[in-house]
């Protein structure tokens, strides 16, 4: 860094762009679970983001989008650093694979939650504070984390929280989805999470127009049925945008 400041600023942007072309291809070498090969590609990424910021603070764009390369660079470095994902800046760009990074992840904390959480009987344990030795490399799994992954790959703590109330659905667990449902309206309360909601109210519908009991001990905060889908309907075309 002290070379390109100390070159004229015109100069500097050459070589500054040569360089971050090199870093970027030092983030494309095949997957390995090497250990050099994956600090080689950290330290490259936080190279890449100081010099973009460089390049950035002299105003220097003729041949890079600073801003675009510099946001993709710093979510690379983080994804690097906090769940140990080795992206290249054309995988990264492609979001059928940040698509597929985050339900990968969503299903690994569902399953454990599932397995851990929701048939734990009696047993009541926060799903924020589960500790599970396999997923994010031996880290928490977390709500926190999967907010986190989410934002890194360009997926909205509401979208986070829509995913989880219909996959909670889906599994049957009402009483969580309901409680999803209740802080996306107080989070987030859009048209998107007026669609969720309507979605909530006709699966309540469905399953009592095929017979299913929904009301069981662990759904106890749901006995009056009838007044859920009520409030559930209220709040959707409260939220909902005028021509729905």
């Given at each position: 860094m002290e070379l390109l400041e100390s070159l004229a600023l015109q100069q500097a942007e050459k070589y500054a762009h040569e360089l971050v072309t090199w870093l970027?291809?030092?983030?494309?070498?095949?997957?390995?679970d090497n250990q050099d090969c994956n600090s080689e590609k950290i330290a490259a990424a936080q190279a890449g983001v100081a010099i973009l910021k460089f390049m950035k603070k002299h105003d220097l764009s003729s041949f890079v989008q600073v801003d675009d390369s510099?946001?993709?660079?710093?979510?690379?470095?983080?994804?690097?650093?906090?769940?140990?994902?080795?992206?290249?800046?054309?995988?990264?760009?492609?979001?059928e694979i940040r698509n597929g990074l985050f339900d990968q992840y969503l299903q690994q904390y569902l399953g454990y939650s599932d397995n851990n959480v929701l048939n734990d009987g009696d047993e009541k344990k926060d799903p924020q504070k589960i500790s599970n030795e396999v997923l994010f490399g031996g880290k928490d799994v977390s709500l926190t984390?999967?907010?986190?992954?989410?934002?890194?790959?360009?997926?909205?703590?509401?979208?986070?929280?829509?995913?989880l109330m219909l996959k909670a659905l889906s599994r049957g667990d009402v009483s969580y989805a309901l409680n999803m449902c209740?802080?996306?309206?107080d989070k987030a309360p859009c048209e998107s999470t007026a669609c969720s909601l309507?979605?909530?109210?006709?699966?309540?519908?469905?399953?009592?127009?095929e017979g299913q009991s929904i009301v069981t001990d662990k759904n106890k905060n749901i006995c009056d049925v009838t007044y859920t889908i009520h409030q559930l309907l209220c709040q959707a075309t409260t939220h909902c945008s005028p021509g729905k």
């Open positions: 970027c291809g030092i983030l494309e070498k095949d997957q390995s510099l946001y993709t660079l710093q979510m690379i470095s983080a994804l690097q650093k906090e769940y140990s994902l080795f992206l290249s800046v054309e995988e990264y760009q492609i979001p984390k999967l907010f986190r992954l989410g934002e890194l790959v360009g997926v909205s703590r509401e979208e986070v929280r829509q995913e209740r802080e996306l309206t309507y979605k909530v109210a006709l699966n309540l519908c469905e399953k009592l127009a």
